[in-house]
């Protein structure tokens, strides 16, 4: 692996509300093959995630690494830190400055400074597949693949709605982190789901609900590794996902790109609807021929993208394996 400073230090950076930041440290990792000697996909993390996406303490380690979907003996995995996500003591305290396409901007930078031409594939889930929209919005021509999972290229109204209320409790309530992350949950998984694992069962030790003593174990467990200041900008980006604000059409923006998209929904997921999901691949189909749409079938919600690694296996096999087979 060849040296390179870790973080890139983005210079001089203006935010799209007028922000001056002098200078951004962009931390990254780099796994698998040496870059440059591989084709590169480019993995955003989500709200709670971190650029450690494979390895010992990796959160997507099912589907990246050695023989895996992404296979590490064949393709260079770069990932970097949301600036201010809390991986380092770089923290953003005024998390307004900054919106999903100023992350999408430093990414970009990011790939520049790693003098990276084109990317294989760029791949995220959640907010991290905002950006990802984002990024090919604003350079059509950085990658041959679009891997949207769970996610979507606007936050609509209900997504809205429920940062509005993740900020009103990070702001408000004397036990921030821990509030916010409890009803966090209520968006990431499902009725079905909390049914079939709950059951309406009690805790006998605390006699209280299961789902009310996994759901606070939930947000004491967030409450000692994450910090409030970054949990506030990851929320701020999360409301504010629109390739269209302030620019063009979806259309004039999406026909700019020859890369292939490939929309990946979850049929239960509460946060970025299926629904929304299928809507955007029919107004793509429209222009574009190379776009994709397909579901992981889970009754756990948006977190899905997270549990259910056979079926994301399957649905990302045409893509990455066909790649290697090709070779």
């Known amino acids: 692996m060849e040296n390179i400073p870790n973080p890139i230090i983005i210079q001089d950076f203006i935010t799209e509300s007028g922000a001056n930041y002098h200078s951004i440290p962009l931390s990254f990792t780099l796994a698998g093959q040496p870059l440059h000697s591989a084709p590169i996909v480019l993995v955003n993390h989500a709200l709670t995630g971190n650029s450690q996406v494979t390895g010992e303490n990796g959160w997507w380690n099912d589907l990246i690494g050695e023989g895996k979907t992404i296979d590490t003996t064949f393709y260079t ?194 946060f970025f609807t299926a629904k929304e999901n299928v809507e955007t691949y029919e107004e793509l189909k429209k222009f574009k021929d190379n776009v994709f749409y397909s579901e992981i079938v889970s009754v756990h919600g948006h977190d899905a993208f997270l549990i259910e690694y056979k079926q994301l296996d399957h649905l990302l096999a045409d893509i990455f394996k066909a790649e290697t087979i090709k070779k």
């Not at 305290?93 to 919106?99: E, I």
């Not at 004397?174 to 805790?203: G, V, W």
Request: proline letters at 3%.
């Open 77 to 270: 995995v770069l990932a970097f830190d949301i600036p201010g996500n809390g991986s380092n003591s770089f923290l953003i305290d005024n998390y307004l400055d900054f919106t999903a396409r100023d992350i999408a901007r430093i990414f970009i930078e990011g790939v520049k400074a790693l003098h990276i031409e084109k990317l294989f594939a760029v791949i995220g889930g959640s907010v991290g597949g905002g950006i990802a929209w984002e990024i090919l919005a604003l350079a059509p021509n950085i990658t041959e693949n679009l891997i949207p999972i769970a996610s979507d290229w606007k936050s609509t109204d209900w997504l809205i709605a429920n940062c509005f209320l993740q900020e009103q409790i990070l702001n408000n309530s004397s036990k921030p982190i821990e509030d916010a992350r409890i009803h966090a949950m209520l968006c990431y998984r499902s009725p079905e789901s909390f049914k079939e694992k709950f059951q309406r069962t009690i805790n006998q030790e605390l006699l209280i609900f299961n789902i009310e003593s996994w759901l606070a174990h939930h947000g004491k467990k967030l409450q000692k590794r994450f910090q409030l200041s970054s949990y506030k900008l990851m929320n701020q980006l999360l409301k504010t996902i629109d390739i269209t604000r302030n620019s063009e059409s979806f259309e004039n923006l999406l026909s700019k790109t020859t890369a292939s998209i490939h929309i990946i929904g979850i049929n239960s997921d509460l």
